[in-house]
């Protein structure tokens, strides 16, 4: 999606990282999965902490996308958690709230609202 495209196109760079996320969005063995964002996390030690909200951005979608949802949102959480004012992470958070969790649609909206505030242009 174009929101995807944007997350990669402002918290990516390099081909390697975008190799690995497609592979681990793809995943069909979740445990598997989370076993590599587990060993990413800790391989880099102290990594830089825009590293770290890319890591959990993606792993939360890749959890959303085997219908993980609790999960989805606690990663996407612990990235908002780290940086609040993360374009992506708000926008994707705000999108993953409004489509799944009816009680917190109007929260997701104003996420979306506030990715936009920092720059995120979304369609």
């Given at each position: 999606t174009?929101l995807?495209?944007?997350a990669?196109?402002?918290?990516?760079?390099?081909?390697?990282?975008?190799?690995?996320?497609?592979?681990?969005?793809?995943?069909t063995?979740?445990e598997?999965?989370?076993n590599?964002?587990?060993?990413?996390?800790?391989?880099?030690?102290?990594?830089?902490?825009?590293?770290?909200?890319?890591?959990y951005?993606?792993?939360a979608?890749?959890e959303?996308?085997h219908?993980c949802h609790?999960?989805?949102g606690i990663?996407?959480?612990?990235a908002?958690s780290?940086?609040?004012?993360n374009?992506?992470?708000?926008?994707?958070?705000?999108?993953?709230?409004?489509q799944?969790?009816?009680?917190q649609a109007?929260?997701?909206?104003?996420?979306?609202i506030?990715?936009?505030s920092?720059?995120?242009e979304?369609e």
């Amino acid at each position: 999606t174009a929101l995807e495209y944007a997350a990669f196109a402002a918290n990516k760079g390099s081909v390697a990282g975008a190799a690995m996320e497609a592979e681990l969005l793809a995943a069909t063995d979740l445990e598997s999965a989370r076993n590599k964002f587990a060993a990413i996390l800790n391989r880099k030690g102290r990594m830089a902490v825009i590293d770290t909200v890319i890591t959990y951005n993606t792993w939360a979608r890749a959890e959303a996308n085997h219908g993980c949802h609790v999960e989805a949102g606690i990663r996407y959480q612990e990235a908002l958690s780290l940086d609040p004012d993360n374009a992506c992470t708000n926008a994707l958070y705000g999108q993953w709230l409004h489509q799944n969790d009816l009680s917190q649609a109007e929260t997701g909206r104003q996420l979306q609202i506030k990715a936009q505030s920092l720059g995120l242009e979304m369609e």
